[in-house]
């Protein structure tokens, strides 16, 4: 997702690994890295984050369109041999599925890699009603991967047919729910889904809101969570916990809302503010920590060395 000049990302809920009784486990969050170093690099300016069940950081690079990838217990990440990004300078979203393939969005490419970098497939997507596309963030449902574009007001779509990624095409131009608001100011950033693929939650700097979609009717309305604007960059959704990552518009940090069972109202609960965050842009769950991008987006190139910030989830141990 991105305000200008942020763009952000994308986003994941993920569970914590626990240590098996009687063998040696993984570590406990007291002994995992406060701090982790994406890259020492001049101008890498990371951007998405993502981590897997068994406690796998994948993080994007605006800079250089590289992913980077490194364990929950190590400080430091490593580049992804991801074949096929060389000719995409800048890579925002990223995720995984649940075969273990990495997701990723950067300009007007989404692409498919295996865990050992090997390109499955790659998908353009078309221009909207403003241009070219610039794809921001996605999220795997089910039967589709759902992708927002910063540059248009539209959500493209590309259907899961078996182990089959089908065309990236416009699916959704998001206009509809607030027709007077100009059309190149949406600046469409993070997407989530709920665990069904039947609602989507879709943050816009832009209109500093995160709107409610319903991927069966194409209803979009906005998520009512009070007076207080609330334009996310990127976000994780667990259960009916909504993790935010604030950068426009309101202190830097995190921000958690907790949703009713329609996802179509919330409060905000907690607002980490205070943490160690550079122009964060987005962030993963994992366990009893949040993991949170310092892009430093707001000063390209920049300083090395570019980090993700880990800080306990003050829900942990609550209701999901």
Do not use: K
Request: charged fraction near 20%; include cysteine; glycine fraction near 10%.
């Amino acid at each position: 997702m991105r305000r200008v000049p942020v763009r952000t990302a994308c986003l994941t809920a993920v569970v914590l690994l626990t240590a098996l009784a009687g063998t040696p486990g993984p570590a406990t969050a007291r002994d995992l890295p406060d701090t982790y170093v994406v890259s020492r690099e001049p101008g890498v300016l990371p951007e998405g984050i993502t981590v897997t069940p068994d406690g796998t950081l994948y993080v994007s690079s605006d800079g250089h369109g590289t992913l980077y990838r490194g364990r929950v217990g190590e400080p430091d990440l490593t580049p992804f041999p991801a074949r096929g990004l060389e000719d995409r300078p800048s890579t925002l979203g990223v995720h995984t599925d649940r075969r273990g393939r990495v997701l990723s969005v950067g300009g007007a490419s989404l692409t498919v890699h295996d865990r050992h970098g090997r390109l499955l497939a790659t998908r353009t997507a078309r221009g909207g009603p403003l241009g070219a596309p610039h794809l921001n963030d996605l999220v795997v449902t089910r039967d589709a991967v759902y992708v927002t574009d910063w540059a248009n007001p539209v959500v493209h779509r590309a259907e899961i047919r078996g182990s089959t990624l089908g065309p990236l095409e416009p699916w959704l131009d998001v206009r509809s729910a607030f027709p007077r608001f100009p059309a190149q100011y949406w600046l469409l950033n993070g997407i989530v889904a709920d665990d069904s693929g039947r609602t989507l939650l879709v943050a816009s700097n832009g209109t500093e809101a995160v709107w409610r979609v319903d991927t069966v009717t194409e209803e979009v309305s906005r998520l009512d969570l009070g007076d207080r604007s609330f334009g996310p960059d990127g976000m994780v959704l667990h259960g009916r916990t909504l993790y935010a990552v604030l950068n426009y518009g309101a202190p830097h940090g995190v921000y958690i809302a907790r949703l009713d069972e329609e996802l179509r109202t919330g409060t905000v609960t907690h607002r980490l503010t205070d943490g160690p965050f550079d122009l964060p842009t987005t962030l993963a769950r994992h366990g009893c920590r949040l993991y949170v991008v310092n892009s430093q987006l707001d000063e390209p190139p920049g300083r090395p060395p570019y980090t993700v910030s880990a800080v306990d989830d003050p829900t942990c141990g609550g209701a999901p």
